[in-house]
């Protein structure tokens, strides 16, 4: 097992505590129900660890080596010398299985390695197999492997073209895309001083292309649209980003009209929505037909009443429900609790690739395996293929800046939120946000979020310390979160809901993490290799009364690390029956009856048993990034 501090990834030694019986145990859930924990049940152990604790800071490294007998390395979240926000960690090398300090963009130390050509963004080359097998992984149990409805689901199709590729970094060095445009060159832009630069930014990207934004502090006073294909704004690579300071919040410069939240607290739309740099656009139906549901069909296969003609190899689809309590119940593996407010019927799609298409027998085979709903005619399934209108568009390299202005609480926000993402096979790469009441909202599909970090010096008003609302917002479907930073606490650090699957957010830390399941039955998501920090809210969640649990079905819980030992969310109220939680770090010392432990090994540097279990999917198809 490791734990990412600063710079390093660090092993944590696993040795048993003579005082208190703690120990990290690496745990498979498939969780039917689990009981709240009581303080007692953790016996004195928890007692001595809370109290050593001050402000929720977790002691010194020595003391706790002293008094708890266990050595833990790279301790805390104190910020050294040659701190930057603004550099991410963890390079993502070409092998799965290790991880390295080595600052993203530098040359590769692997003297034996030699530099690849990078691709063109466009249309993914089609797979050319008509067969296929369920998917198997060599470094998991045998009867983790595939199978209908029950085996570990298959991530490495989520993100940015299915995830067969990196979203491109334009402009670097003997790049097939460099920059076209200069905001300040080419439409008047200043860098550096007091002038408002909002006519100049908004004329270029309405001109469209690769519009490059030199280094320098820019005034942008009103909201940003991006709306054309391959449209991307960004800085040059490297330290000192440019920056874009919004000096006035949505209410500000698009008013709306006041809601009320599922409590009824009258409150702003941006409060949970809207961004003052926003993507708009998206994808269209061009062909459909229902499926029929055979069980004899193998997993990942569907039998379709007719194939349409817009439907190939290569295409992507959606996989269309409607139904009523039966659907969500379903979402929920059964499990759904009260959710007599949630509005009827409820529509749920999940987006897959085409692998192969038999005509004879009417028959295609989908990305993923098998779909973590099985399926029923009564929800009327849908197979509609889609055409992407809206995407190759993004931001990379950049500052976005607000006022350093208070944070007054939960639904009080007016709108000083960075991006709204939208579309497919979009991204956003290498950008920080300060002082934000909502950091990026990703809807759409297949769209990739790389090396984000969120800080804040907002003072706060809220007993807590809470500096702003939504971190990160995973709100579609297949999209990707990769190396992220969330140096703040915002109620929820990073937020599903309403149905949303297919998502992944890997390779990050946070000052206190809180993963929130915002109720509606979020499910099939992935949380792989995250450091939560403080490890006092990994599960925290909102969301309104009767919506039903907050998690639903599917989800994986994959390597996560915290400064103290995390326990399994409530089954009563947080659900998540049939999800996978795999090496928490945890005191747990045997699994309940609803749970099963991997005790084979706790080592994650074994390339048995990868940390990143987005990373190692991919490479088990052997896409290498």
């Known amino acids: ?153 298959d991530f490495s199709y989520s993100g940015y073209q299915f995830g067969d590729r990196e979203p491109p970094s334009i402009g670097r060095k003997n790049s097939e895309l460099p920059w076209e445009r200069n905001v300040v060159r080419d439409y008047g832009a200043t860098p550096d001083d007091e002038k408002d630069d909002t006519n100049a930014f908004r004329a270029a990207l309405a001109d469209g292309g690769r519009i490059f934004v030199p280094r320098g502090r820019y005034i942008v006073s009103g909201q940003l649209i991006i709306d054309k294909s391959g449209t991307v704004l960004g800085g040059p690579d490297g330290e000192n980003p440019p920056e874009l300071f919004f000096p006035r919040s949505l209410s500000v410069t698009n008013p709306v009209k006041m809601t009320t939240t599922a409590g009824g607290k009258t409150t702003s739309p941006y409060s949970w929505g809207g961004g003052l740099i926003e993507f708009q656009g998206g994808s269209k139906r061009v062909g459909f037909a229902q499926i029929i549901v055979r069980d004899a069909n193998p997993p990942g296969t569907l039998e379709l009443e007719s194939i349409p003609s817009e439907l190939e190899v290569g295409s992507t689809v959606t996989i269309f429900l409607q139904g009523d309590g039966s659907l969500v119940k379903a979402a929920y593996d059964g499990d759904p609790g009260d959710f007599s407010r949630l509005k009827l019927p409820v529509r749920i799609t999940m987006v897959r690739r085409i692998l192969s298409v038999d005509h004879t027998k009417k028959r295609v085979v989908i990305s993923g395996g098998s779909l973590p709903i099985r399926l029923r005619q009564e929800w009327l399934p849908t197979l509609q293929v889609m055409e992407n209108k809206f995407q190759e568009a993004g931001l990379q390299n950049l500052q976005i800046t607000f006022p350093r202005t208070s944070y007054r609480g939960h639904h009080t926000e007016v709108g000083f939120n960075a991006i709204v993402v939208s579309g497919t096979n979009n991204w956003v790469r290498n950008v920080a946000v300060h002082n934000a009441d909502s950091g990026i909202f990703c809807y759409g599909y297949g769209n990739t979020m790389l090396n984000i970090t969120l800080t804040s010096s907002r003072r706060s008003e809220v007993y807590n310390g809470l500096v702003g609302h939504h971190g990160i917002t995973l709100g579609g479907r297949n999209n990707v979160l990769n190396g992220f930073n969330i140096d703040a606490r915002f109620f929820h650090d990073i937020t599903e809901s309403n149905f949303v699957n297919g998502n992944v957010a890997s390779n990050g830390r946070a000052t206190d993490l809180a993963i929130d399941h915002h109720r509606r039955g979020p499910f099939n998501n992935l949380f792989t290799n995250i450091d939560a920090g403080r490890g006092s809210r990994l599960f925290y969640s909102g969301g309104g009364q009767d919506l039903g649990k907050h998690a639903g079905t599917a989800n994986v819980y994959w390597s996560i690390q915290a400064d103290r030992y995390l326990f399994p969310p409530s089954a009563e109220e947080f659900g998540a029956t049939g999800s996978w939680f795999v090496a928490i770090e945890s005191e747990v010392r045997s699994a309940p009856n609803n749970m099963r432990s991997w005790s084979s090994r706790s080592d994650f540097s074994d390339p048995m048993h990868p940390a990143d279990l987005y990373k190692a999917q991919r490479a088990e198809r052997g896409i290498m990034y």
């Open 1 to 153: 097992m490791f734990r990412v501090y600063n710079d390093t990834m660090v092993p944590v030694q696993h040795k048993l505590c003579p005082l208190t019986s703690m120990f990290m145990i690496v745990t498979y859930v498939r969780l039917a129900s689990f009981p709240a924990l009581s303080a007692a049940e953790g016996s004195v152990g928890i007692v001595q660890l809370r109290s050593l604790a001050v402000d929720g800071q977790r002691p010194r490294p020595k003391r706790w080596k002293q008094i708890l007998g266990i050595k833990r390395p790279g301790s805390g979240h104190e910020h050294p010398a040659n701190y930057d926000p603004f550099r991410w960690p963890l390079a993502l090398e070409t092998d799965p299985f290790r991880f390295t300090s080595q600052p993203s963009g530098a040359p590769s130390t692997n003297p034996t390695a030699s530099p690849t050509k990078r691709p063109t963004p466009g249309p993914t080359p089609a797979p050319t197999s008509s067969t296929s097998s369920p998917t198997t992984y060599r470094w998991i149990p045998d009867e983790w492997q595939e199978r209908e409805t029950n085996g570990l689901p």
